[in-house]
Structure formats: C-alpha cells, structure tokens
C-alpha cells in the first residue's frame, strides 16, 4: 500500500493542500482510517493522506458569544475531560465516554466521528440533541451547516473534495433544561451500539417547552425524531407521558435486523431509552429550576 503523505502545520497549508489533491483521506485520530485502509475497505484507495495533527486550531473548546466551539480534532478523551463541555454540555462528555476503550478515546476526534457518517456513532445523536451545527471550511471560505444536514447514506457525507469540517458549534444546556444519552451493546466496553440516543429537554412552569430525541443504530443515518418532538412539546411532563412517548418512538423507527441484534429488539431498547432519557432529562431540568 503506497500513498503520499502530507502534514500541514497550520489552517492555510490544510487548504491549500487539499485543494490540490483530488483522491486523499484525512487523518485526525485514525482509529476508523487506519483499519479500513490496511483491509482495504475503501473504494477507491486514497492516493495521499493528510494528517491535521499538528494543526492547533483544530484541537481547541471555547465559548464564545454564548455557544461553545469544539475543534473538529478534539479528541473523546478531550470532551470528557474539559470543564466546558463537563459543565455546560455533559450530555457530550457522556457519549464521548462510550466511545471504544481508552487507547480509542485518545486518538479519536470528533470530527472523526461525524465524518465517518456510521448510524452507530456515539458523540452524534448527542450533538443533534444539543442541535450542533458543523462549520465547512474550503478555499472559498466558511459556511455553517446543521449536522443533520451533513449526512448522506452511511459512510457518506456532503463534504466535497477540498473540504473539510473545522469546527462543531453547540449551544450549552441552560436554565430549565436537561439532557441525558444512553446508549446499549452487547458488552460494556468496545461495543458498536445496538442502539443509543439522547435527550433534551426543556421546561416551562413543569410544561414541555421543547424537546430534541435523537438516535442512533435505528436508520442508514442517525436520525431525530421530529414526529415524536412535536407530539410532546405542551404537554406536561410526567412519567406516563414519557412511557407512551417510548412506545411511539418504537413504532416511528425502521430499523434492520444485523450482526448485532434484530430489528424487533431494537424496537424494544428505543422505547426502553426514550423513556429512560426523557425521565432523566426531565430530571436535570427540574433541578435546574430548583437551584439556579
């Protein structure tokens, strides 16, 4: 296996490498990368590798004007680590923490995460719950693109040749909200999920203001369940309401049978985490309530 390599030390060497490039592989963390170039799995073969490594912007969390700004090559063990996401958006620290083992949360990136496009990625139906937006830079400049938006088909992505995510954009949980991910394999370390999802949630005088169900494992893509939000938003929110919320969401998915479980199962774990996720959402934000 042969292939160029390039390592651009900064935001312009990164653009204008890619743009001269027309068959190449970006390389953060490598953890999905590596494997499928060394099996062959990628169809065509890169011809040149671009590692963003050494590009520090890239590896920056910040907030600024409100919204916190993650580095698209932020790695998981990163998220779970940094008191602005732990404070301000924990549902994320907590689904970066199910990604693979240790050594894969070390090196794996976010953005990795996202642009792989698997519908079994962990950190993803947490950023749609959190209603994240991706910023695509090329050499024409920059645009902002709601993450639901980014995905095609698995494995796929809207990105053209020459662009690249370089950052996520995330508004921070507030006041009266919450928000929970859960998340189930057939092991408690190193498992492609079954099925996960996440939650958020936002009150009003104990009244569902508005709300973000998002999934993974149930669809080519990762997916929010729009129909689902809608019927919930002003009702008030109470354990019987959220049981009948997960026994619709079974009945809005259309999952496949696989290696991993069988359609009919992962119907029963979606309605078994929405109720779970709402509860605790639901949870978060009365205590948000009581003590802000």
Same mark, same amino acid.
């Given at each position: 296996?042969?292939?160029? +390599? ?5 935001? =312009? ?21 590596? *494997? ?29 004007? #409100?919204?916190? @700004?993650? &580095? ?8 779970? =680590?940094?008191?602005?996401?732990? $404070?301000? /958006?924990?549902?994320?620290? $907590?689904?970066?923490?199910?990604? &693979? ?6 090196? #794996?990136? *976010?953005? #990795? ?25 090329? =050499? ?32 921070? *949980?507030?006041?009266?909200? #919450? ?20 939650? @958020? ?16 494992? *149930? ?6 369940? +729009?129909?689902?939000?809608? @019927? ?6 109470? !354990? ?5 919320? &997960?026994?619709?969401?079974? =009945?809005?998915? !259309? ?7 069988? /359609?009919? +199962?992962? !119907? ?13 959402? @639901?949870?978060?934000? $009365? ?6």
């Amino acid at each position: 296996m042969e292939f160029a +390599y390039y390592n651009p030390k900064n935001m =312009q060497s990164l653009l204008d490498t890619l743009s001269s490039l027309q068959n190449y592989a970006v390389l953060a963390g490598g953890t999905d990368l590596l *494997v499928k170039m060394k099996e062959k799995l990628l169809r065509p073969m890169p011809q040149a590798v671009v590692d963003i490594n050494e590009i520090g912007d890239l590896k920056e969390i910040a907030e600024i004007d #409100g919204y916190l @700004w993650i &580095g698209s090559a932020v790695s998981h063990t990163a998220l779970t =680590q940094s008191r602005l996401i732990l $404070e301000k /958006a924990g549902v994320l620290a $907590e689904a970066a923490s199910q990604v &693979g083992s240790p050594q894969i949360r070390n090196k #794996g990136t *976010v953005g #990795g995460n996202i642009c792989n496009a698997s519908p079994a990625a962990d950190t993803v139906p947490a950023l749609l719950a959190l209603n994240a937006s991706v910023e695509i830079s090329d =050499q024409s400049g920059r645009r902002h693109v709601p993450l639901a938006d980014v995905f095609k088909g698995p494995g796929k992505t809207c990105l053209l040749p020459g662009q690249f995510i370089s950052r996520i954009k995330i508004r921070p *949980v507030q006041r009266n909200e #919450g928000a929970a991910f859960l998340k189930f394999g057939k092991r408690k370390a190193l498992a492609i999920a079954m099925v996960n999802a996440a939650i @958020w949630l936002k009150l009003a005088d104990g009244v569902i203001n508005d709300v973000r169900i998002a999934f993974g494992s *149930v669809a080519p893509t990762p997916i929010r369940l +729009y129909e689902l939000e809608k @019927w919930l938003v002003g009702k008030p929110a109470e !354990k019987e309401l959220f049981a009948q919320a &997960g026994a619709r969401a079974a =009945q809005l998915i !259309k999952p496949i049978d696989d290696i991993r479980c069988t /359609a009919n +199962y992962r !119907k029963r774990l979606a309605q078994v985490i929405v109720f779970r996720g709402l509860m605790s959402a @639901w949870e978060q934000a $009365e205590g948000r309530c009581r003590c802000e």
